[in-house]
């Protein structure tokens, strides 16, 4: 295990099509969060997943999107109808359990996504 | 509402001088901050956390809860210190990062 893997690394797409993210977290985390990040911004938190519960979600993160994450082991993250306002870099991150919080979310390489 | 304010996108000094990244953030109630680093083409990692009280690579941050600040600093900057640095603000049970926007810090020769 070499940490969080995500996949495709790099996605471009026409506006009105459907695209889906893969995050693999490292094994024995049980958290699993994702964010999104445009150019010259820091990462914005989009949701997060305890095992396969989904226990938060961003207003960020509009009807057009949904995650899962089934098994409670990778999750999923489709954005339906794109729009170029979309564009950006998705990460995950992953976690092990809420104590002590002080522990650290690692991170994935990201997707970035293209819509034109 | 949490919020975390980077003041500088971009901070250049020169190899062997003192360098602060500035941090500064609002939440009503008692956070966990992070600084978390970014090199070049690499994935975003964790720098150090103020619970910790530690010195990451020669560079120590300090909570202030008077100021809502948590500076960044290094007393001699190197060259592989040039990267994005995010600040980042969770609440005590430990949810969601809220991040700044961060600083491009440049170490010239």
């Known amino acids: 295990d070499t940490g969080v893997s995500q996949d495709p690394r790099h996605k471009i797409t026409k506006r009105g099509q459907n695209v889906t993210f893969r995050c693999d977290p490292i094994s024995e985390h049980n958290r699993l969060y994702w964010y999104r990040q445009t150019l010259g911004q820091g990462p914005e938190f989009l949701t997060y997943?305890?095992?396969?519960?989904?226990?938060?979600k961003s207003r960020l993160l509009s009807d057009r999107f949904s995650a899962e994450r089934p098994k409670g082991s990778f999750s999923t993250l489709e954005i339906q109808r794109t729009e170029q306002g979309d564009s950006a870099m998705y990460l995950c991150a992953s976690k092990y359990g809420q104590h002590p919080p002080q522990e650290t979310q690692y991170f994935g390489p990201g997707t970035r996504l293209l819509v034109l | 509402a949490q919020r975390v304010t980077q003041p500088e996108k971009l901070l250049s000094v020169f190899k062997g001088a003192p360098v602060e990244l500035k941090c500064n953030y609002s939440y009503s109630g008692s956070p966990e901050l992070f600084w978390y680093v970014q090199y070049s083409r690499q994935r975003l990692q964790l720098l150090l956390r103020h619970i910790s009280r530690e010195s990451i690579k020669g560079f120590t941050a300090d909570l202030n809860k008077g100021e809502t600040s948590f500076h960044l600093k290094k007393p001699f900057a190197q060259e592989e210190d040039s990267a994005m640095y995010y600040c980042a603000l969770s609440k005590t049970s430990g949810s969601r990062l809220t991040f700044g926007e961060g600083t491009q810090l440049t170490v010239n020769p």
């Open positions: 997943f305890q095992n396969e519960a989904q226990l938060e």
